[in-house]
Each structure stands twice: as C-alpha cells, then as structure tokens.
C-alpha cells in the first residue's frame, strides 16, 4: 500500500514527538521537515530533509507532502502558518488557544475551501479528545454538563502556558508549573452536582522558580501571584529552587487529565461517564492524536472533501488503519 | 424546529428507557409504539399510541416516524426485525451478539441500502460506546491492547443475558447474575504488560438464584457452574436466596463498565487512557445512547445516505443538537 506522505511543519517539542510517532504508524512515513531555523533542526537530525519553511516550491518539489501537520506555537505561529499552508497542502494542527477557536476554524476553513484542500483543526487531548468527550458526554446525558480536570496524579501536570508566562517575568532565570486538580471539586461533580466552578475552584497551582542572581524574593512572589488570568484567580504556591534540582526533580512534560459528565437517566437513575488519560509526555501525546488525524485527513481528501475540520465532524472510523471488516469483526 | 418523529418497536427495559430519554430530548417526539403484544403494552401507557407490530401500512400512515428505535431482543427479535424495518424506515439499534455483528451489519446494510435508509446498529454502550473508546485508545497509543471491564462496584454489574441463561435452568424459579472485575487484572493492564487474559482472568460471576420448591441445590450449583460460554471458563458463585431477597437486594439494572489501553508514546513514556461509566440502569443508559444516535440517523438521512452505520462511522457533532457554532465557541 502507497505511505501517506507527512511533513512536519515547525520543530519543537510537538514536532519531536510527530517524527517518533510517524515510526509506529507503518502506514505513514515522514517526508521532510521545514521549520524557520532548518540549521539548527538540520543538526538536530542529520538524516531527516529539512528545508527552509519560506522554500514552498522548493518542499513541495522536493517533499510531495499528502499532510502537513503543523506544530508551531498556537500564540504566534497558528495563525499565521495554519491559513498559509492550507493553501498548499491538507493540513492538521493543535491550535488550542480556546477562545480563538472560531476565528481560527473561519480563517482556515475559506483557505481550505479556496484551494481544495482539508485541515484538520485543534486537535490533541484538549482541545481534542477532551472536546469529544465533553461533546459525548452531554448528548448521551442530556442535562449533566461536562468538566475537565487537569493535573491529579500526585506531582500535577506541567502547563507549558503557564511556564512560559512565569518565564516572562523580570528576575526568573527558568520556572515551570504544575497544575494539580482539586479533589474536593471532583467530588461534587462525581456526586452529581452539577456546579457552577470560577476557575480558581477547580485548580491550584504550584510554581518552581529558578531566580537570577540578585533578584527580588518577594516582587517575584508579588508578580507571579497577582498576574491576571494565569495565577490572580488560583490558589497559587511558589517555589524558589536551584537550576540543578528544576532540571532534575522537575523535568519532562508530564500531563493528566479527567473529562466528566453526571447526570440522570430516564427514571432518576444515576449515569456518570469518565475519560481518563495519563501521559508521560503530554507533546508525544499530543503528537500521537495529530498523526492518527493525518490519517484521517488524507482519507477525508481522497473522499474530496475540503475546509476545516475538528475531531468531532470526523467518523472514528477514520483515525485507525483498521478495515471495515476487521473493526466489525474485533472492535465492536 | 420541526421535531424528529421516533417510534419505538418493541417495549421492554430499553423501549421503556427511550420512551423516559426522549422526553429529556426536545428536539424528538415519541409519534408512537409498535409492538407484538399491543395490548400489554396500551395497558402500560394509556395515553402512548400502540400499535401491532405488524400492522405495516397502519402505523406507518398513523405514525410517520423519521427513525425506528428498534428495542427488541439481540437473539431472537433484531435478526428479523432489523433487516424488515430497514425497509420501511430509518432505524437504530443495540444489536449486542458481538460474534453475529459481520453477518448483522451485511443484512441491514442490503436492505437498507436497497431501500434508501439509514440503518444505525449495534450502539448502546457495549457495543456502542466502549467499541468507540477501544478504536480510539489503538489508534492514538499504537500498539496498545484495548481492554474491557465490567462490574468495577462494589455490588458489580448485572448481567441480563447471564441472568436469562440461568432462569432456563430447571428448578430455577428466578435468577440474576452479577459480573465482577478482577481488579488485580486491571492493575495488570495500567501497569502497562498488555496481557492475553483468558475470559476468566478478567471477570468472576456471582450468581443470586431462587429455587422452585423442592428443587435439588447441588443438581442445580454444578448446572450452572458447568455450563459452557457463560459460567465454565469463569470463577463462578453460586448464592441460593429467596424470592423476597431477590427482589429487595438484587433488584435494578446497575451496570459499569472500563475500556482501558495502555502503552508508550514517542520515548518510552508510559500513555494511559481510560473510559468509565457507570450507570444506575443499564437499559436506560442504553436508551440514551439510541436516542442520540437516532438524532445522527436522521441527519445521515437527510444527507441523503444509506446503508448500515455503526458508531464508528458517524461524525460526533452528529450526536448533539448543538450548532457548529455552538460546538466551537463552547465545546472544543
Ligand atoms: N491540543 C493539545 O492538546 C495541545 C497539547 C500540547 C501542545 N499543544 C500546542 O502545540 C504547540 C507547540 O508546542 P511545543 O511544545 O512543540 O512548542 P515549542 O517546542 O515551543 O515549538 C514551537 C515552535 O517553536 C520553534 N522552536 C522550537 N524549539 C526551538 C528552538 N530551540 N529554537 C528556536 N525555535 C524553536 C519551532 O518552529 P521552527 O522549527 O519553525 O523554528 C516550533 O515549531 C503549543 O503552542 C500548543 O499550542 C496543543
Ligand atoms: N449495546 C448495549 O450496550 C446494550 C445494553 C443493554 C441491552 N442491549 C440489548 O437490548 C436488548 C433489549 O433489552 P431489554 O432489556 O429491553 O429486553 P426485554 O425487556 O426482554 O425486551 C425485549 C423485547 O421483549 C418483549 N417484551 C418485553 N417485556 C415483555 C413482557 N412482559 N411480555 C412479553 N414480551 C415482552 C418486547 O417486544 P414486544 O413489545 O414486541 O413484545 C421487547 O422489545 C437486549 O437483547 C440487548 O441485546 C444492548
């Protein structure tokens, strides 16, 4: 069977994990990489072709690319590079700055739509699985609203959002963030309350501060407590620790994750769904439903349909190499 | 809007749990019931239209139902009366003889696409929704096993189609079979081992049992725990109580379930996901299920599609009444 043809567009910790993923997907291969700095990925990788991301008819000569997945920044990079490329090629990416979700899916959608080709949008565990089972959740059980946990295993989950913002602040040398979960507030939604949560009532979280030499303790603090949005509505912690035991005792990208729904069914029985994942490294994982999606892409372009789509205007079906005959047979 | 007309052929626990579901679903009306004991059923629901089943022409024009849920038995009743409906209108159903599904997809898929109908089988939770987790779980963490458990409660999950096997049992009055996890089987799995369970490794059966007068218990204990496929190959319990017990401490449909698949992504980091149900009644959580898939049947329908579906080939966004708009600003 003809490989579906992948390009990596943007390396960094997703794109890592795309090209270790592309290796247990017998069905795909990648083709190249183009990223902005192809030196530094070039040494990286000695063996993979790389390219300049500007080179477009030099990759698309060279690479043939059936999916671009895309693994650039959401911040600065999606937006940009998700409607460019969608020009060229079908695409997926893991665009998960949520509240821009539709302004996204438009621009990449009239892209997709104008040069035939399909993207695949926001996908990964949230926004992606997650979304699904929000979505599953709430139609199987009419009523029962859908929550999303993060960070309940004992150490948290790291939120690279949040360390990039602590990073930001004048004074911090190197920092990283752990979200824990609020069992408490589990609880309630486990026992079919159905509350209505502020943020700051479902995590905390807890900061790891590497401090240039000199700087203020205590502005710190200040700052890291009182930044809007990211830590002023959470019960925060910070910690100062040395750069040896950051790397050492906190590193890796571990993530963990709870989709939730309570509810009734028909006559006053309790119904409660559950969707649990725990992942050593949150970009692999992430990277692992991007490829599974690139698979789905190149069927949804084979079938010529074009324009944006998320995981949830996408049959299941699509994602596995399984045929019809053996999902019926072994899956069902 | 105008509402999607359901009917619903055949009523017992399920029929009974898509009558109670569709009144929680306001975009769908109950047009009416047909069934092969009218009366019995009239006598419940004084103010449902019943109709005999098969009284063809008379309830399609009294009726006029855009889906046919259908909630007959999966060993006798779907066989036939899937592929005969399939003809006449858009149907869903919860066809669960895993081991027939091939054969029962290929009936209704001739027929329906014969007739120009939309045929959804085999949803429900097991198969239904667990089948959608297991495909889900291997395709994001290649190489994973996907895994189910049952009856991970305290009291376990009823098990209706064990409870019939042992009411056929001479000298059994009446019956019902609780199914258990082994949880040291589960611990196997999360651990990440992948193993090749035999059926009995992964559940043991706890049967509550209510002789006839004068019945021989041992004759009885060593029928049931000899029986092949559904008590042989497990640890098998047998409890002799009386009618009255039976009925106040047995009662109910409780079910539970745990589609679990474990593995690594990318560099040897460990990848969990998994799915949790648990349901205060089995057949109602079913019922839901087919409520909401008879919402994506219609949509298919009026796509103009045919032909067999299962969960696995329907869009998510299909299950819910919410727009695309509502689904990007809220729920991805
Ligand atoms: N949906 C989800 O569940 C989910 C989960 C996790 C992450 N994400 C998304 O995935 C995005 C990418 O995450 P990431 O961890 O891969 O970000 P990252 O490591 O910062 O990489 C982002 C981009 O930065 C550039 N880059 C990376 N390392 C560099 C270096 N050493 N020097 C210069 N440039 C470098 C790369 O582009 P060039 O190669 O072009 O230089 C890369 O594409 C995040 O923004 C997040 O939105 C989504
Ligand atoms: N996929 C899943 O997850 C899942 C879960 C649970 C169940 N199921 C399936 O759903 C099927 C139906 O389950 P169920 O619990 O609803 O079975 P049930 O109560 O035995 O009903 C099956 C049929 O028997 C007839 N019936 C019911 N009560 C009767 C009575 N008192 N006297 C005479 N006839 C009666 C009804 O047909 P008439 O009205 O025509 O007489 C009804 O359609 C099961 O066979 C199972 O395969 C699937």
Chains 1, 2 share one sequence.
Not at 269 to 281: D, F, L, M, P
Request: charged fraction near 25%; proline fraction near 6%; include cysteine.
């Amino acid at each position: 069977m003809k490989k579906i043809r992948v390009m990596i567009v943007g390396y960094g910790n997703v794109g890592r994990g795309v090209r270790l993923s592309l290796g247990k997907n017998p069905d795909m291969e990648l083709v190249g990489i183009v990223s902005r700095s192809p030196e530094r990925v070039g040494k990286e990788l000695p063996d993979v072709p790389v390219m300049a991301i500007s080179d477009v008819e030099g990759w698309k000569k060279a690479f043939r690319p059936d999916v671009a997945i895309l693994c650039g920044g959401s911040k600065n990079d999606l937006p940009q590079q998700g409607p460019e490329f969608a020009k060229y090629v079908n695409t997926v990416d893991s665009f998960d700055n949520h509240s821009r979700i539709p302004e996204y899916f438009a621009d990449i959608d009239a892209a997709a739509k104008a040069s035939g080709h399909v993207s695949v949008i926001s996908t990964g565990w949230d926004p992606g699985i997650f979304s699904l089972e929000r979505v599953l959740g709430g139609a199987f059980i009419p009523g029962a609203r859908a929550y999303g946990f993060y960070g309940l295993g004992e150490k948290g989950g790291l939120s690279m959002g949040h360390s990039d913002a602590l990073r930001t602040i004048p004074g911090v040398k190197d920092a990283r963030q752990f979200t824990h979960a609020i069992p408490e507030a589990i609880e309630r939604v486990r026992r079919g309350e159905n509350p209505a949560f502020e943020p700051g009532d479902m995590h905390t979280r807890e900061c790891f501060v590497v401090l240039e030499e000199g700087a203020d303790r205590e502005a710190v603090t200040k700052t890291i407590l009182s930044m809007p949005g990211y830590f002023a509505p959470y019960k925060t912690t910070v910690n100062f620790v040395s750069q040896q035991e950051l790397d050492e005792k906190y590193k890796g990208f571990p993530h963990d994750g709870l989709a939730i729904a309570v509810g009734e069914t028909g006559d006053r029985h309790a119904a409660r769904v559950e969707y649990r994942c725990i992942w050593g490294s949150n970009p692999e994982a992430t990277a692992n439903v991007l490829v599974a999606h690139a698979r789905a892409a190149a069927r949804l372009a084979g079938e010529n349909r074009s324009g944006a789509f998320t995981i949830l205007d996408i049959p299941p079906a699509y994602f596995t190499t399984l045929s019809r005959e053996e999902l019926l047979e072994h899956w069902m």
